[in-house]
């Protein structure tokens, strides 16, 4: 139990581009989920919580115009990087609450992004 | 502001040997997370501890919550080659919507 799977796990593209990760719970329904980022050798950095079914809350100093996130389902919450730029290329992974245990939260496999 | 503290950065240890590390505070926990992160995969909750004083065990793992609520270790008893990676604990913060807190992380490399 407690999966979560992220989709792609990597992606490569052009400087400019938007690019779109998903998060699903597949076993669990998630009222929240998390979006990280992560640059080698380091921890995770919190960008954004998600709700269902309202607006995600940003971290200080993360653009929300440029990480859009959508949690339209208590399966699935979406991250779009949009225009993406060389400085965005990184590690993103996504966690779930599942909505019957306290605190604990289960993450997907991650996502590499590389922009050109 | 919370913070977690957590030791040692890096850990280089002959195969077959027990492992320990921990993560202190300046605040009160009610909850410590322990996670294990793989190269290029997200992190695996290895476990969870609610209750302090409370001492949990996961196979070769075992996790204690401090008495105070301020600290919390991780012990790996007769390491394999296969512990090696990246340990982290983690809390959640004060009046957040469930967000965590992470500790630094602990590498762990396992000498041949």
């Known amino acids: 139990g407690a999966v979560v799977s992220q989709h792609p796990s990597w992606v490569i593209c052009k400087s400019g581009t938007s690019v779109k990760i998903e998060c699903r719970s597949l076993?669990?329904?998630?009222?929240?989920m998390f979006w990280y980022r992560q640059f080698p050798k380091q921890s995770l950095m919190l960008m954004a919580t998600?709700?269902?079914?309202?607006?995600?809350?940003?971290e200080q100093g993360v653009e929300k115009d440029k990480f859009l996130i959508n949690h339209a389902s208590l399966t699935l919450s979406t991250l779009t990087v949009t225009s993406a730029h060389p400085e965005d290329s990184s590690f993103y992974i996504c966690?779930?609450?599942?909505?019957?245990?306290?605190?604990?939260?289960?993450f997907g496999p991650g996502t590499r992004l590389t922009v050109l | 502001g919370q913070q977690l503290n957590q030791s040692p950065q890096s850990m280089f240890i002959q195969e077959g040997e027990d492992v320990s590390m921990n993560c202190t505070s300046s605040?009160?926990?009610?909850?410590w997370l322990w996670y294990k992160q793989d190269p290029g995969e997200g992190p695996v909750l290895l476990i969870a501890?609610?209750?302090a004083g409370e001492l949990t065990s996961n196979g070769r793992l075992t996790a204690q919550f401090g008495i105070t609520r301020k600290d919390s270790f991780l012990n790996i008893s007769a390491s394999i080659p296969s512990d090696v990676g990246i340990y982290f604990c983690?809390?959640?913060?004060?009046?957040?919507?469930?967000?965590?807190?992470w500790g630094a992380g602990t590498k762990l490399i396992i000498k041949p």
């Open positions: 966690s779930a609450r599942d909505s019957l245990t306290y605190n604990e939260q289960f």
């Open positions: 076993d669990f329904q998630a009222t929240t």
């Open positions: 998600s709700n269902e079914g309202s607006k995600a809350t940003y």
């Open positions: 605040s009160i926990f009610n909850t």
């Open positions: 501890l609610y209750k």
């Open positions: 983690a809390g959640p913060l004060r009046d957040s919507n469930y967000q965590l807190i």
